[in-house]
């Protein structure tokens, strides 16, 4: 098991950046994935940008150039600084974790871009 808790969320101006963080009850040195999810009102679930296994990224189309996902060298922390916000881009953010023994999920973080 491993519980995920997200902060750094908030209410910004578009063309202003957050910094997301997702820290994790213990170390994750072996997972399939790690990544960032979010949900806009009355939209489903989408990934946002993800770290495969061996250190691969991924990005959806939308965040491309302008959001970065990385993890901290202790492997306890997953990050998500956003760049150049957009309306678009308000939704509640999710951290995620593929291990061999399960999806988890944190609670998510409200972000909010004002236009």
């Known amino acids: 098991q491993v519980q995920l808790v997200e902060s750094g969320g908030g209410l910004v101006q578009a063309g202003e950046s957050l910094r997301l963080s997702c820290i994790a009850s213990r170390p994750v040195s072996s997972f399939n994935s790690m990544g960032w999810y979010r949900q806009a009102p009355g939209k489903q679930r989408e990934l946002v940008a993800q770290?495969?296994?061996?250190?691969?990224?991924n990005y959806a189309d939308s965040v491309k150039g302008r959001f970065t996902i990385s993890r901290d060298y202790a492997k306890t922390t997953l990050l998500l600084q956003m760049n150049s916000l957009k309306p678009e881009d308000t939704a509640v953010y999710y951290c995620?974790?593929?291990?061999?023994?399960?999806?988890?999920w944190g609670q998510g973080t409200q972000v909010t871009v004002s236009s």
């Open positions: 995620n974790v593929d291990l061999k023994i399960g999806v988890f």
């Open positions: 770290i495969i296994s061996g250190g691969r990224t």
